[in-house]
């Protein structure tokens, strides 16, 4: 991929739409709980305690991820302050980094062409527009994996390049892989390339100095945290890590099981439309060139790997299937160039899941945008029952009254591109459906995540935002949450006692303690701690108060 590469118009174009992409708006709404709250917070602590080797939450050490992405958002930070556009910038960055990768991988196997329309099949896919738009680990740790799985990829195939700098490249990313996010990356990698071995019916082609190499440079550069731990002595936080990721895959995490097909339904709907693209491509025949043909079944076998493994695995969580992305585009892209090229057709069968996805994402964000017009019909005949999601719809989302066009324009631009085509001008539709869901994905995260996000989690925000730093303690009772540390932004505490809800309920506190729950543990609360001022409730949260003496 590296292999001397030539400038093109193609680079500029994909370096401009990847910034458009993924840069605006990022700070547009707050941060969600809990994942990228959590890391931005983890970040924040750092600068203010200085610690920059551990990872902490509440200032302690959080021996659940290790420190790269925190890093990269230290440095955001660092640049635009702490606030929600510098805990995304890392991502919105891997952004136009994936877009180019794919393209010179693209580029590298078949042509410019296909390296450009992979690119664009993985950018105007759902979500992976989304996840370079969040702040979570995953975008980097896919695309260090996907970079070591690549190099280890054109190792063992028939391509002219410097084997040694390969084999290094592979080391060096899985490497940073593993100081990203942990040693589930390794797992993806040996075992996607142990399947291909079986699959190909190949034996292990290492040499001895490029394995030898390949470990030294993996070890350095995935271990440097690690060691660095050991050196200061803290061998727990290791031994916990490792505990911690073998309950993961082990136990299912509280509040994140899921039925077996969990991870094949998100791919499907949350990778619209490569997903629809990439369905012959997992089963038909080609007429491609060796490398391309090469590619697809270590593309294969690397998507099969990846399911599997997390269909295995008890938590069942969004993005862990998300490494999926990179080979579902790539076979996306395979039958887009065919169609594009007039040697296939787009067939009735993915014409009628293209229109008729097209019609449940359009018809699901109409009813959304018409919520406050619905919640009392709603309410009346109570079709929701849960107290706290009833609470939630009585926020003020302050909607415009046309969000709903969005959904129209993504709709359009895949009828004009079933109707069209299959005719001679085939790249006019094309890039009809390519710019319809660039319109759709930026009307949803500008028009419509905010929204959602008043629904949710909105009122408890703006309840942590209002209270003054430092001159009260503010804690959560009934549920997990982040946000009262960011957006509190607690500073460090003067005792450990700061941090334990015994205390702040019954111990001698030197400030007012706020507490907020849900509406769904209210009763609850009030009577067993029957201390507690209610000062207030909104949109199925409640706020107390405990006075200091």
Excluded at 65 to 86: R, T, Y
Excluded at 291 to 306: E, H, N, T, Y
Excluded at 382 to 400: C, E, K, P, S
Aim: glycine share 6%; aromatic share 18%; with cysteine.
């Amino acid at each position: 991929m590296f292999a001397k590469i030539k400038f093109d118009k193609n680079v500029l174009f994909l370096m401009l739409v990847a910034a458009l992409f993924f840069i605006p708006f990022n700070g547009g709404v707050h941060l969600f709980d809990w994942d990228e709250i959590n890391f931005a917070e983890s970040a924040r602590e750092m600068i203010v305690s200085g610690n920059y080797l551990d990872v902490q939450i509440d200032y302690k050490v959080f021996w659940e991820k290790p420190p790269l992405f925190i890093w990269m958002q230290v440095v955001s930070m660092k640049l635009f302050g702490v606030n929600e556009f510098a805990a995304r910038f890392p991502n919105a960055v891997c952004g136009i980094v994936v877009l180019l990768m794919l393209y010179f991988s693209g580029r590298r196997v078949y042509n410019q062409r296909f390296g450009l329309i992979w690119s664009l099949c993985y950018a105007c896919s759902l979500l992976p527009f989304f996840y370079f738009k969040s702040g979570i680990i995953d975008p980097w740790f896919n695309a260090f994996i996907f970079l070591s799985f690549w190099f280890l990829l054109l190792y063992s195939g028939k391509f002219k390049a410097n084997k040694l700098l390969l084999i290094f490249l592979s080391a060096l990313f899985l490497g940073l892989a593993v100081l990203t996010k942990g040693p589930v990356a390794i797992l993806i990698v040996l075992l996607s390339y142990m399947a291909i071995l079986v699959v190909q019916r190949a034996r292990v082609y290492f040499k001895i100095m490029h394995l030898l190499l390949f470990i030294v440079v993996f070890a350095m550069v995935g271990g440097l945290w690690f060691i660095l731990q050991m050196l200061n002595g803290n061998l727990d936080v290791i031994r916990d890590f490792i505990d911690y990721q073998i309950r993961l895959f082990s136990t299912e995490d509280a509040g994140h099981g899921g039925f077996v097909l969990y991870h094949v339904v998100v791919l499907f709907f949350g990778v619209f439309p490569a997903s629809i693209f990439a369905l012959r491509g997992f089963f038909r025949s080609y007429d491609h060139p060796d490398p391309v043909l090469f590619v697809r079944q270590w593309m294969i076998v690397l998507f099969l790997v990846v399911l599997i493994l997390f269909t295995i695995v008890e938590t069942k969580i969004l993005h862990y299937s998300s490494m999926c992305y990179f080979p579902l585009s790539f076979l996306a892209a395979l039958q887009v160039y065919r169609i594009t090229g007039k040697k296939d057709k787009l067939q009735i069968f993915e014409k009628i899941v293209l229109i008729s996805m097209g019609v449940v994402y359009t018809v699901g964000l109409v009813v959304f945008s018409q919520i406050e017009r619905l919640r009392n019909f709603i309410i009346d005949k109570n079709l929701i029952n849960d107290q706290f999601a009833m609470a939630n719809l009585q926020a003020d989302a302050n909607w415009l009254g046309f969000e709903w066009i969005v959904a129209l324009l993504l709709l359009g631009g895949i009828l004009f591109y079933v109707i069209r085509i299959n005719s001679e001008k085939r790249i006019v539709p094309t890039i009809a459906l390519a710019a319809s869901l660039a319109m759709f994905h930026f009307g949803a995260m500008v028009l419509f995540v905010p929204r959602a996000e008043a629904y949710t989690q909105h009122a408890a925000i703006a309840f942590f935002k209002s209270l003054p730093q430092h001159d009260c303690y503010v804690k959560t009772l009934g549920y997990k949450s982040y946000a009262e540390l960011y957006y509190f932004e607690k500073p460090m505490p003067s005792h450990d006692s700061v941090s334990n809800t015994n205390w702040l309920l019954y111990g001698n506190i030197d400030k007012p303690a706020y507490f907020i729950s849900k509406n769904t543990k209210k009763e609850e609360i009030v009577n067993e701690f029957p201390f507690l001022q209610i000062i207030g409730e909104k949109n199925g949260f409640v706020f107390y108060l405990r006075e200091n003496e």
